[in-house]
Structures are given as structure tokens and as C-alpha cells.
């Protein structure tokens, strides 16, 4: 059995990519790629998410004003995926079916996962074919502005934004922390001491050139715990309330 075949290579060597080149994806591989979506994993086969393929030049540079990253709408290919239960609802009112269980959390979650399983089936691909890829959770800096400009209906919620393109520069590959962090047998496990286990770690970070500052080595995995922590975006508090205005039932229990 080859363990080294392309595709692992290709998710084993995964970087962000900020900065494209000024090259189109042709149409017959961003068809591809979403025929590769079409036949993503779904939940219960409902199909339960969509994909908003953004390409008017002025609600990129409103997507990238809501990311605080100006590289988004330079992005050949701009992507956002959204959980679509609104489809679903639809045609279960033409066949005279009304049932509220359409709008529970249930039928959100498993829209949720779908886009983001779709998105990642999508990312690799890509990387198959040599383009590069960002994640945009930047999106939900202002979830209720996207559902907005994306004149998304009730039943639906954006939940990722992704870029692709032709890589124009060759990031840094980033450290991880060790698995036996983050992979347990039968049940969860809970360290003495976690700044101990993730010593080697941190000191790795520090060696890290992020490009958005490339002069500047990153602070140490610790340090950027507790400043992420202390640093929220306002917006995003209340994500919970725009998914209850865009029409699910989030049966709060106060």
C-alpha cells in the first residue's frame, strides 16, 4: 500500500494562500470542482447547503470590508457556503407538507456540517490541481450584513467563505501541536499541566513567519490563546440571534 500517494502529499503539505495570481480558474475546472460538492457526503442525502459563487466586483469589496482582509476580493474564485434548508422547506410546501421540524436545530446542524464537509472536499480538490486555497470564517464578523448582501432567505446562514486561485507565493508551512493532544482513545483526557505539554510547541510557533507580517516572527501558541480570547468581535456574540432571525427555532432553554 503507497501511504505517500499525491493527494495525502498535497493535504499533508496544506497552507493558507493569501495572494493569488492574476490567472482565471478555467470554467472546466471550476466545474469540476463543484461537481466534486455535487457529490460530497450529505446528511440523510437532504443536500442540505449551497454555494454562493461571488463575482460582482463591488460585493466582494463589501465581503472583504465585513473580513478586514482586502485580499478577499482579489480572490480568483470567491466562495461562500451556506446552510440551504430554505430549498427543502419549499418543496415540502408544494407536496402540502408544512411541518415545522423544518426549521429546528436539528435540519440547521446538519445543513452546518454539509457546508462545511462540502467546503473541505472542495479545498481538496483543489490543492489536487495545484490552486491554492483560505478559509474565510471572517464571514461571520457580521453574519447578518452577509445574509444581507447575499439576499439569503429565512432557512439558511452563512457559514464559511473560501478563495481560490493560482498560488502567487509559498507560505511557511505552520506548526501543529502534537496529536496526542487532540487524539484520545474511548474517552476524553484532561493534562496536569497544559502549558507543560505544549512547551515544544510554543517554542515551534515562535519560529513561525506568518506573510501577512513577514518580518515578524508569531507569538508562541499560549500567548495567542489569551489574546483571541481577549479580543472578540462584537458580531460575532450574537450569531445566535441572527440564526434565529433567519428563521430556525433555536428552542432555548432559560
Known sequence: MNLQNELIKKQLE???????????????????????????????GMQGCSVIRVTDGVLRKEIAEICKQEYVARA????????DQNRNWQIAKEKNCLEESAK??????????????TAQNIVNAAE?????????????NDSEKICELLK???????????????????????????????VFENSYKIFDNYLEEI???????????????????????????VTRLKNTVPKRQ?????????????????
Open 14 to 44: 496544506h497552507r493558507t494562500i493569501r495572494e493569488f495570481k492574476e490567472q482565471s480558474i478555467p470554467s472546466d475546472i471550476f466545474e469540476q470542482l463543484m461537481e466534486v460538492g455535487r457529490r460530497t457526503a450529505t446528511s440523510n
Open 76 to 83: 480568483p474564485e470567491l466562495l461562500i457556503f451556506v446552510v
Open 104 to 117: 429546528d436545530m436539528d435540519r440547521f446542524f446538519q445543513g452546518f456540517t454539509d457546508a462545511c464537509i
Open 128 to 140: 489536487a490541481l495545484d490552486l491554492g486555497t483560505v478559509y474565510l470564517g471572517s464571514i461571520l
Open 152 to 182: 439569503l432567505p429565512k432557512l439558511t446562514f452563512p457559514v464559511v467563505g473560501l478563495g481560490i486561485g493560482y498560488p502567487n507565493q509559498n507560505p511557511q508551512l505552520k506548526p501543529r501541536m502534537d496529536m496526542k493532544l487532540r
Open 199 to 225: 512547551k515544544d510547541y510554543d517554542e515551534e510557533m515562535q519560529t513561525y513567519y506568518d506573510l501577512r507580517d513577514a518580518n515578524k516572527r508569531v507569538d508562541c501558541f499560549s500567548d495567542q490563546v
Open 238 to 254: 450574537e450569531l445566535l440571534q441572527v440564526i434565529r432571525d433567519q428563521g430556525f427555532d433555536l428552542k432555548l432553554k432559560y
